[in-house]
């Protein structure tokens, strides 16, 4: 089984510059969430959806960033315009609500550096 | 709000040996999750155990057992005949059962020493 898909591994940009990163969640999960992992503030939940809706974006840091999930096996995070602050490595996760499932699967991240 | 709390920045054991783990967590409520993912050099994070507040008896895999203190609210991972391939960062986690929302401690950097 396939498991978290995140696009790009790995993303350079400088300053300014918009950044997409991509999740596609393990089929038939219903919950899709976006974490960050700094060494300065550990792992935060910025925000997540259930059946495609965002249910808590208080993670969100500012309002540079936005994430989208258009269908059940797509979610993107933006950040419009990056910042060198923005550096960190950002993971995807999914799960099953309303199950007694209630582990989250994460996806192997997205290594972000804004120069 | 719910704080984890894991107060060994590192930890070292020897192959096959046993070590342990610690984590604390502060919560009101009476019905939760923990959990102990794992981070290796390759940065995925793998879920190890995880451990539902109503049940008493502690959660075990294979080599991983977890040694859960509801009124203390402690939560620790003990590892078993050690691996090289133990070697990461451990991370305990809570959720709420109302709550699907993950809350980590700061991490536990585990090194195996042959």
């Known amino acids: 089984d396939a498991g978290v898909i995140q696009s790009p591994r790995h993303e350079v940009t400088e300053m300014g510059q918009e950044v997409t990163l991509r999740c596609k969640p393990i089929?038939?999960?219903?919950?899709l969430f976006w974490y960050r992992q700094t060494m300065m503030r550990g792992l935060e939940l910025l925000i997540y959806?259930?059946?495609?809706?965002?249910?808590?974006d208080s993670g969100m840091p500012e309002d540079r960033f936005s994430a989208k999930m258009p269908n059940a096996s797509f979610s993107t995070l933006k950040i419009q315009p990056s910042e060198p602050r923005d550096s960190a490595v950002y993971f995807c996760?999914?799960?099953?609500?309303?199950?007694?499932?209630?582990?989250?699967?994460f996806g192997p991240g997205t290594r972000l550096t804004v120069t | 709000a719910q704080t984890v709390t894991q107060s060994q920045p590192e930890m070292s054991v020897q192959e096959a040996e046993t070590v342990t783990l610690s984590c604390t967590y502060d919560?009101?409520?009476?019905?939760?999750?923990l959990f102990w993912y794992k981070q290796p050099p390759s940065r995925q994070m793998i879920l190890v155990i995880r451990?539902?507040?109503?049940?008493?008896q502690n959660a075990t895999e294979n080599r991983f057992s977890v040694n859960f203190q509801k009124a203390a609210k402690s939560f620790s991972l003990k590892i078993s005949d050690s691996q090289l391939g133990d070697a990461a960062m451990y991370f305990c986690?809570?959720?709420?059962?109302?709550?699907?929302?993950?809350?980590f401690g700061t991490g536990t950097r585990l090194t195996i020493i042959p």
């Open positions: 996760a999914s799960g099953t609500s309303g199950t007694y499932a209630v582990e989250q699967y």
């Open positions: 089929s038939g999960h219903n919950s």
């Open positions: 959806f259930n059946n495609n809706v965002p249910i808590d």
């Open positions: 919560t009101s409520e009476s019905d939760y999750y």
């Open positions: 451990q539902e507040a109503y049940k008493q």
């Open positions: 986690a809570y959720r709420g059962r109302g709550n699907e929302k993950l809350t």
